[in-house]
Nanobody, 126 residues
């Protein structure tokens, strides 16, 4: 039974925007670190953005800093990734991930996350 369910992936042109969503169980959304991880074709999974419970801390990988924004919609128990100015290299499968928090910022280290969604595909073309 999947606990994290992503949606919003699409095929778009470079420069476009997309919004990804990840619906999580109430207890996960309320108290777990949550992150977006992407897997580009032929590459290892990469942590893109993370957010602490309550949205106190947000962390981004340098390649998306200033273009992507992670947020939480508490009313819908949903993690959101707003992606702007998409580039070809943003192409990949985007996964929502969660882990129990140890306080402070939530890591971008992929191996530290214990709960995963099925992924949603983002394709950026020129």
């Amino acid at each position: 039974l999947l606990k994290l369910v992503e949606s919003g992936g699409d095929s778009v042109q470079a420069g476009s925007s997309l919004t990804l969503s990840c619906e999580a169980p109430v207890y996960v959304h309320a108290s777990y670190c949550m992150a977006w991880v992407r897997e580009a074709p032929g590459k290892e999974r990469e942590g893109v953005a993370s957010m602490s419970p309550g949205g106190v801390w947000a962390l981004y990988t340098p390649s998306v800093q200033g273009r992507f924004a992670i947020s939480r919609d508490d009313a819908k128990n949903t993690l959101i990734l707003q992606m702007n100015s998409l580039k070809l290299e943003d192409t990949g499968t985007y996964y929502c991930a969660a882990r129990q928090t140890s306080g402070g910022q939530c890591p971008l280290m992929v191996d530290s996350y214990e709960m995963w969604g099925q992924g949603t595909r983002v394709t950026v073309s020129s």
